[in-house]
């Protein structure tokens, strides 16, 4: 991968500097990149995004980049063929050919599942612990970030999914490194701590998504039921050790709903808030932002997040949160979705989906409209060091 300029590494040991302080002390200053011998009337849009540093950093409830807001104008594209990185399926064409044309209609971050389900990039003994990462897995993750840096893309991988819990997919290996404290142990030397040394000061990390919709591990009896105090150890553990071996590493739990999230009335409680999971894991446990699900079938039992804040939809509001699923398809128009929860101050959104496969999602055109209604509303903001 590029390598980071000098400054950039110098902004990144500085923002490690201030995570000492606390996980929800992350803020990002400002790089001083200025020209003497360059007037602002000179210096283009394109030359201060290729000269700025474009690491994501907390600052309170904001994302920053160089000392900048950013604001979360996203999509998933969760996979072109599934389980695409390890195995045979990887299509560096694909992802670069698709990373253009959503910078082009002005997307700024994507979601990846990393690992989808099965055993493709990383193999598990039957007692869960890790047997090996593939080197495959490295260099298909590598050229991702190569790819993404390229179009200027934030990535969000997710690490694992309730999938990988379901019965027909070695579950019982997988549920291991939720449950048991030498698989876990095992997962998180062998795949955590690599992943946050390796990609935790990448540029175009937005941030590590633990696992995709843990609800369901916890709800269904396929995926093993597995009990809510179990998934905020895993998370908490896997948390503190990527914090540990990476301080430029950013972490979620993409949660299925907000019911697990929020410690609100008619809500279960938040399994991920900063007390539970620094009671499990110590002060590095805790996440740096929370990145909410949301689909109309919620509406009925805990409203819709497009009418609210977050404060008031039930979310703890001491780190930035925004909606990391939300439906593409039908209710009202996305140009106006988004317009609300920009309004609202959600700190971003990601639409299902960006892809059918290795083509553009059906709806294309409806989310190169909501794309392009932030982009006039906030174009500072979408790229705060300028678009390339």
């Not at 142990?185 to 990609?199: L, M, T, W």
């Not at 949301?294 to 404060?311: I, R």
Request: aromatic share 10%; with cysteine; hydrophobic share 35%.
């Amino acid at each position: 991968m590029k390598k980071i300029k000098f400054f950039e590494a110098a902004l990144a040991a500085l923002v490690a500097v201030s995570l000492l302080a606390g996980c929800t002390d992350k803020g990002g200053g400002t790089a001083d990149v200025s020209d003497d011998t360059t007037t602002a009337a000179e210096t283009t849009a394109a030359e201060e995004a290729s000269s700025a540093s474009a690491k994501v950093t907390v600052d309170g409830t904001k994302f920053m980049v160089d000392g900048k807001e950013l604001w979360i104008n996203g999509v998933n594209t969760p996979w072109q063929n599934w389980n695409d990185f390890g195995g045979s399926a990887f299509e560096p064409e694909f992802w670069d050919s698709h990373f253009s044309d959503l910078h082009d209609i002005g997307v700024n971050a994507v979601r990846v599942w990393i690992n989808c389900n099965s055993m493709v990039g990383i193999k598990l003994k039957t007692t869960g612990e890790v047997k090996e990462v593939l080197d495959k897995h490295w260099e298909d993750v590598d050229q991702l970030f190569e790819i993404a840096e390229k179009h200027q893309i934030y990535v969000m991988p997710t690490l694992l999914s309730f999938d990988h819990c379901k019965d027909t997919n070695y579950a019982d290996r997988w549920r291991a490194i939720i449950t048991d404290d030498t698989a876990m142990q095992s997962y998180i030397d062998n795949y955590v701590k690599p992943f946050a040394e390796r990609y935790g000061s990448n540029p175009y990390l937005l941030g590590i998504d633990l696992m995709n919709e843990p609800d369901w591990v916890h709800e269904n009896e396929e995926c093993g039921k597995l009990s809510l105090d179990s998934l905020s150890n895993f998370f908490a553990k896997c948390t503190a050790a990527a914090h540990e071996a990476n301080p430029d590493t950013l972490v979620t739990v993409g949660m299925g709903m907000i019911k697990y999230n929020s410690d609100k009335g008619n809500c279960s409680g938040n399994i991920v808030s900063d007390e539970i999971m620094k009671s499990l894991g110590g002060d590095k446990a805790c996440l740096d932002f929370y990145s909410t699900h949301y689909y109309n079938w919620m509406k009925q039992n805990w409203g819709c997040p497009y009418d609210m804040s977050p404060e008031e939809y039930g979310l703890d509001m001491s780190k930035p949160v925004f909606i990391g699923e939300t439906s593409a398809e039908g209710g009202e128009t996305l140009v106006g979705l988004y317009e609300k929860c920009y309004n609202n101050g959600w700190s971003g959104v990601m639409l299902w989906t960006s892809n059918n496969g290795a083509e553009h999602a059906d709806n294309w055109s409806d989310i190169e409209a909501a794309m392009a209604k932030i982009n006039e509303l906030a174009p500072e903001k979408v790229y705060p060091t300028g678009k390339k």
